[in-house]
């Protein structure tokens, strides 16, 4: 079975569950799940029951689609990515996008919890995405042989609206929310950078590094779907701090600022279908 039967099958699957058409969806990283509880009129779908979905292995990345209300916004939450280093292809990872843009998604918010290799950030910061090193040495539209040129060599220019930036820049100032901006430097994991590959991303640019997000940005420019991306720096790189790393850090950190980040982007989904 080739992977369009695959998403066919999977698309019905969920369509057989909901009774709403979401245009906008969002992607929860490390911590921030808690957005999907508040959703209202909400149904719940495992993706470990959605044929062919892959299966996520990550304690705090609970695997579900949460499709809802925030106001009167249809959306649809996926609380629980897949990652390139628990043994996923970037392909395989961006299933979910490819699902998403045959459901009707038409705008995305990505999500997650990233170190800071900027030293002017400190844990706790909210930073919208400008743009993106890809250093995962993988990219998700590799091997996709059927498509037209403009799908096979996408333009990833506006790989981070910047409609969303900036409207979102502006919203976080009425919020009263201090919002960084900057680039972010995504690599395979699982392990956390050293001091001397931290020192490296941030010459070539990086403020924020992370271990997922690129590829669904790349697979969503290719279906055509606009992307904004917030990171939660929930601890300074290797080198930067002096502290030990964990992955309990990121989980603390990113409990501590779920409400900020919760009244974020509630209010930037209430307000996107405009931008």
């Not at 390139?84 to 979910?96: C, K, N, Q, W």
């Not at 790989?159 to 395979?188: C, E, H, R, W």
């Not at 209010?267 to 405009?274: A, F, L, S, Y």
Request: net charge negative; glycine share 6%; hydrophobic share 40%.
């Amino acid at each position: 079975m080739d992977e369009k039967q695959q998403l066919e099958q999977s698309l019905q699957y969920i369509k057989d569950k909901i009774d709403i058409q979401p245009k906008l969806a969002i992607i929860l990283g490390s911590g921030l799940g808690s957005l999907a509880d508040t959703l209202k009129n909400s149904t719940v779908i495992s993706t470990a029951k959605i044929p062919h979905y892959p299966i996520s292995t990550v304690p705090d990345h609970a695997g579900i689609w949460v499709i809802g209300y925030v106001s009167n916004v249809p959306i649809l939450a996926l609380k629980g990515r897949v990652h390139t280093y628990e043994g996923y292809s970037a392909r395989e990872v961006t299933y979910s996008i490819r699902l998403m843009a045959k459901l009707g998604i038409e705008k995305l918010i990505v999500t997650n919890a990233a170190g800071g290799a900027n030293p002017n950030f400190a844990p706790g910061d909210l930073m919208v995405i400008t743009d993106h090193i890809n250093f995962l040495f993988d990219n998700p539209l590799i091997g996709d042989n059927q498509v037209s040129a403009d799908q096979r060599f996408v333009d990833m220019y506006n790989a981070y609206d910047k409609n969303f930036i900036q409207n979102t820049i502006t919203l976080g100032k009425s919020l009263d929310i201090p919002l960084q901006s900057g680039v972010l430097f995504s690599s395979k994991g699982p392990t956390y950078e050293t001091a001397a590959e931290v020192r490296m991303a941030h010459a070539i640019g990086a403020d924020a590094l992370t271990m997922s997000t690129v590829p669904e940005v790349i697979a969503a420019r290719q279906q055509n779907i606009r992307v904004l991306g917030i990171s939660c720096i929930t601890n300074l790189a290797t080198g930067i701090s002096e502290e030990k790393l964990n992955h309990e850090e990121v989980q603390e950190t990113a409990n501590r600022i779920k409400d900020t980040f919760i009244r974020l982007v509630k209010e930037v989904i209430v307000r996107i279908p405009e931008w």
